[in-house]
């Protein structure tokens, strides 16, 4: 599983952007410019309990798990769905886990 840290957050009037910082499966590290959108954050966390950059993390790390994770350094959430067949159910289940309060997310 990744090892997804959030370095830094911006609000957007479509949503947020964040800088993650994770791990690849060769143990290489490698940041990632996320765009999260509120739809797709309001998909993957319908009740608002979880900070933005949880559901942030989840979706990095997954995308990072994958054989061949997207080689770009900008990338938008909704990717994920196109990518990875089952992702919303993945990332919905991942995100209702407690999650450190040091906001390092392992998957």
Not at 48 to 54: E, L, R
Not at 77 to 103: E, K, T, Y
Request: aromatic content about 6%; hydrophobic content about 35%; glycine content about 8%.
């Amino acid at each position: 599983m990744s090892e997804v840290s959030i370095e830094r957050e911006m609000e957007t009037d479509a949503g947020w952007t964040f800088s993650c910082r994770g791990t690849l499966r060769d143990g290489s590290k490698r940041t990632i410019e996320l765009g999260l959108s509120w739809a797709d954050y309001d998909h993957w966390a319908p009740d608002g309990t979880v900070a933005p950059q949880h559901v942030a993390a989840a979706v990095v790390a997954l995308l990072l798990e994958q054989d061949d994770p997207p080689a770009r350094d900008r990338l938008d959430a909704a990717l994920l769905r196109r990518l990875v067949p089952g992702s919303d159910s993945i990332i919905q289940n991942r995100v209702r886990r407690s999650i450190p309060p040091s906001g390092e997310y392992h998957g």
